[in-house]
């Protein structure tokens, strides 16, 4: 008779492995660091921005902004941030407009918007791929300022 037995050990510790391996891997990628694109956009009536550096908004975002009244979008600026779990980050969109940008974790996020260097208001909101930020304002001549915040 022939003592011969099947040993599953090596290729239980093999898989063992794997999983462990494969699972921390995972982790890693959904404890990423996001990535946020923040633009400041003009909003007019008018045909042309009154600077003319400033470019047309992508079609998909001015479909977004069907809420507004506005027939023209132009963006002024565009970044792109990357902020590690509680870290917060300031952003100078023009001469006129900073805002700061804090990650509370949860896809949460605390934005500061100053104009002229005063505090304009504070939004804690949840940004995602499918949900972005809008915030706008009023300015002279019947346009507007508007920041858009979407994860990428």
């Not at 660091?33 to 003319?52: A, F, H, I, K, Y």
């Not at 027939?71 to 980050?89: C, E, G, H, I, S």
């Not at 304002?137 to 915040?149: E, S």
């Amino acid at each position: 008779m022939s003592n011969s037995r099947i040993s599953f050990a090596g290729p239980l510790a093999w898989l063992g492995c794997f999983l462990l391996m494969t699972s921390f891997g995972a982790s890693k990628l959904a404890a990423a660091d996001p990535r946020l694109e923040v633009q400041l956009v003009w909003g007019t009536n008018d045909d042309s921005s009154p600077d003319p550096k400033h470019k047309p908004l992508e079609a998909s975002l001015v479909k977004k902004l069907g809420m507004f009244k506005w027939k023209n979008y132009f963006t002024v600026n565009r970044k792109d941030v990357l902020l590690a779990l509680n870290a917060a980050q300031k952003i100078q969109l023009s001469p006129q407009c900073e805002i700061e940008i804090k990650h509370l974790g949860s896809q949460r996020y605390e934005i500061n918007v100053f104009g002229q260097k005063k505090h304009v208001k504070k939004i804690t909101e949840k940004i995602t791929r499918q949900d972005s930020l809008t915030i706008a304002g009023d300015d002279k001549n019947d346009c507007a300022w508007i920041i858009l915040i979407r994860e990428i």
